[in-house]
């Protein structure tokens, strides 16, 4: 791992232990050569996992897609990084459980983020839903509204 102030790569785990409610590790590190201090975190990705899309395409799953598309939804309202990751997370893990033969369908995945985001930000959650079920009118946003 390398060093955030001197980009050395000599550093040494001083402390580990997983994450509360994650399926990851955080790493206390030291730097060996200037003696900063910096944590990591180190969870489980997903590979080789194909997302079937509408239209019939594959594409290969991104991390980075489904970070953007939460953050987003969260876009100026009051969140943690900490709150975004332990949602991205616990997506991740509903995608692996409800993955069959290494590939998904974008409507599955759509409606895990929506039941995730649901439970953590009604706001987050309506705005996910307007883009995702491309709301039409005003009635489609009042509908999705009366069920919450």
Do not use: N, W
């Amino acid at each position: 791992m390398r060093c955030p102030r001197c980009q050395k790569d000599e550093t040494k785990v001083v402390d580990s232990r997983p994450v509360e409610e994650d399926d990851a590790i955080r790493r206390r590190r030291e730097c060996e050569a200037c003696g900063f201090r910096f944590s990591t975190y180190e969870q489980i990705e997903i590979l080789d996992l194909a997302i079937l899309k509408r239209d019939g395409r594959r594409e290969p799953y991104s991390r980075e897609k489904l970070e953007r598309g939460v953050r987003q939804a969260f876009s100026k309202l009051p969140h943690t990084d900490e709150t975004l990751r332990k949602l991205i997370s616990g997506i991740e893990q509903d995608i692996q459980k409800k993955a069959v033969s290494s590939e998904i369908m974008s409507s599955e995945v759509g409606e895990i983020v929506m039941r995730r985001l649901k439970k953590t930000s009604k706001p987050a959650y309506i705005r996910f839903a307007a883009v995702y079920r491309q709301f039409a009118d005003i009635e489609d946003f009042k509908t999705e509204l009366d069920k919450l």
